[in-house]
């Protein structure tokens, strides 16, 4: 279905009419990530993680961050390199309509062969960074100082993975945490230059080393820690409820990156209120954005599956898609997609919605009881 019908000027006017409520969201994050955590307490940061988990075990759900989990900082085509080969990329993308940049450095990995190879992250290593941070709110969770972490074995990891229908080999684990820890990323807010920079998961160890009868090097047990805008966001618990049921099970990369932007952005998610975003924001937040000059078939056949994923799924109302194509004289140079949420979804964002509610007024009280202890302490 396409045209300027009247759903999509009242898209037009609703999206004008939450600009606001967009700044003040990304302000927001903003803030939280220039906070210093040395400065508090380890019973501070706890119980920052306790209200995480607390809130993420009784919902099944991730804690999703803003920035960072919209940055298109994977790669799923083309990503194992020669040493010689450029190793690095810079992409584009907006969150709320405010500029960010990503960059990322790949790894360098020795394959069994012996062989070294550049590796960047792929759609295999998100899904295990995605499954360590549900694990740090499941009761794997570990602080580090002021760095969050999970501790977890190889067997817990593949057990997890398998249960969500993304069943992988030791060595298949073995080697996405060594792209993951071998990893750059460096994220750039466009406007006041600020930059984030530091591996995927920056500490990593493990102990009780064994010899399988293979001959390899086994490990009971692991940890790790995670990029500073993870741990930021998680340990000022400025984070949103994701479903992780619903992530883990979209296969198709498009519609799972969909889901998970409205999932952050889309929190007052209704069947009167549609969600309308332009199908270059979209692949530049993906990471194959469009290219000027080029025909945009290819990017729209992929839209389009994505939805139809999404559709099934019930994160969206297929039947009510619609779609109006941005034109420069007779060549299609963009698309604005409107559509409305499943019921499915819907549930979701209140359920986030409400969990939001609720840590948000613990952390009040929290505040409130150290703001009469230190009152106390200073009048005796």
């Given at each position: 279905?396409?045209?300027?019908s ?6 037009a006017?609703t999206?004008?009419?939450?600009s ?10 903003l803030?939280?990530l ?15 993680l ?6 993420d ?7 999703g961050v803003?920035v960072?989990?919209?940055a298109?900082k994977?790669?799923?085509y083309?990503r194992v ?6 190793a ?16 990322v ?7 069994p062969?012996g ?5 960047f992250p ?7 960074e995605?499954?360590?941070?549900w694990?740090?709110?499941h ?7 002021s760095?969050?972490?999970s501790?977890?074995?190889i067997?817990?990891?593949?057990k997890?993975?398998k249960?969500a229908?993304h069943?992988?080999?030791h060595?298949?684990?073995?080697e996405?945490l ?10 750039t ?6 930059q ?14 064994e010899?399988?009868s ?5 490990y009971?047990?692991?940890?790790v820690?995670?990029h500073?805008l993870?741990?930021?966001?998680m340990?000022?618990a ?19 990156y969909?889901y998970?932007?409205?999932?952050l952005v889309?929190?007052q998610a209704?069947?009167?209120d549609?969600?309308t975003i332009?199908l ?7 990471g194959?954005p469009?290219?000027?000059g ?16 999404l ?5 969206i ?12 004289g007779n060549?299609d140079v963009d698309?604005?997609f409107t559509?409305?949420?499943?019921a499915?979804f ?34 005796g």
């Amino acid at each position: 279905m396409t045209g300027d019908s009247p759903k999509a000027r009242k898209a037009a006017r609703t999206k004008s009419r939450s600009s606001v409520v967009k700044d003040v969201a990304v302000h927001s994050a903003l803030e939280h990530l220039h906070e210093d955590l040395s400065v508090l307490s380890e019973q501070d940061l706890q119980y920052s993680l306790d209200l995480l988990t607390d809130r993420d075990r009784s919902h099944n759900g991730i804690s999703g961050v803003l920035v960072y989990d919209l940055a298109p900082k994977w790669v799923n085509y083309r990503r194992v390199k020669e040493v010689t080969a450029e190793a690095q990329f810079t992409r584009k993308f907006r969150v709320l309509g405010h500029p960010f940049s990503v960059t990322v450095k790949a790894a360098r990995i020795k394959r069994p062969s012996g062989e070294d190879v550049l590796m960047f992250p792929g759609d295999r290593e998100q899904v295990v960074e995605d499954t360590l941070r549900w694990m740090s709110t499941h009761g794997h969770g570990q602080l580090f100082a002021s760095r969050l972490g999970s501790r977890f074995s190889i067997y817990s990891l593949r057990k997890l993975l398998k249960e969500a229908n993304h069943s992988m080999s030791h060595a298949d684990i073995s080697e996405a945490l060594d792209v993951l820890h071998g990893s750059h990323l460096i994220i750039t807010d466009e406007v006041t230059g600020q930059q984030w920079s530091e591996l995927f998961l920056p500490q990593y160890g493990r102990n009780g080393e064994e010899t399988a009868s293979d001959g390899r090097t086994y490990y009971r047990e692991w940890f790790v820690t995670f990029h500073t805008l993870v741990n930021q966001a998680m340990l000022a618990a400025d984070t949103r409820l994701v479903s992780w049921h619903t992530l883990m099970a979209l296969t198709n990369n498009l519609a799972k990156y969909v889901y998970r932007r409205m999932s952050l952005v889309y929190s007052q998610a209704s069947s009167i209120d549609p969600y309308t975003i332009s199908l270059s924001e979209i692949m530049s937040g993906y990471g194959k954005p469009l290219v000027e000059g080029k025909p945009i078939s290819n990017h729209m056949r992929d839209m389009k599956r994505a939805l139809e994923v999404l559709g099934r799924d019930d994160v969206i109302d297929l039947e009510r898609l619609e779609i109006r194509k941005k034109k420069e004289g007779n060549r299609d140079v963009d698309a604005i997609f409107t559509f409305f949420p499943g019921a499915k979804f819907i549930d979701q964002a209140i359920t986030a919605n409400q969990a939001s509610k609720e840590l948000e007024l613990a952390l009040e009280r929290r505040a409130g009881q150290q703001k009469i202890k230190r009152i106390i302490k200073d009048i005796g």
